[in-house]
Nanobody, 117 residues
């Protein structure tokens, strides 16, 4: 059983920073992709950033230069450092684990990020 637990959300003023963390437990493959997605009320869930177990990263254009994704394979964690936050970054942020061959994606419960103007 795979479990993802996020932490680090909260309320911050525009221009501020937050760091999200996600810890994975259970049957975790050595080769996988972890990432962060976000969903604002009434909108679809969109990719924010992804990182492979080899360290290859991919970012949404809207966060490039402001957000940085990182991971610790030994600890099975992924983090998202968010700087220069904007009100439009307000959303529920979800951690993703994509394990090739597992037949499914795994999601965390979500953590709320609210950026006030």
């Amino acid at each position: 059983q795979v479990r993802l637990v996020e932490s680090g959300g909260g309320l911050v003023q525009a221009g501020g920073s937050l760091r999200l963390s996600c810890a994975a437990s259970g049957d975790i493959f050595s080769i996988n992709t972890m990432g962060w997605y976000r969903q604002a009320p009434g909108k679809q869930r969109d990719m924010v950033a992804r990182i492979t177990s080899g360290g290859i990263t991919n970012y949404a254009d809207s966060v490039k230069g402001r957000f940085t994704i990182s991971r610790d394979n030994a600890r099975k964690t992924v983090s998202l450092q968010m700087n220069s936050l904007k009100p439009e970054d307000t959303a529920t942020y979800y951690c993703l684990l994509d394990q090739p061959g597992s037949g499914r994606d795994y999601w965390g419960q979500g953590t709320q990020v609210t950026v006030s103007s």
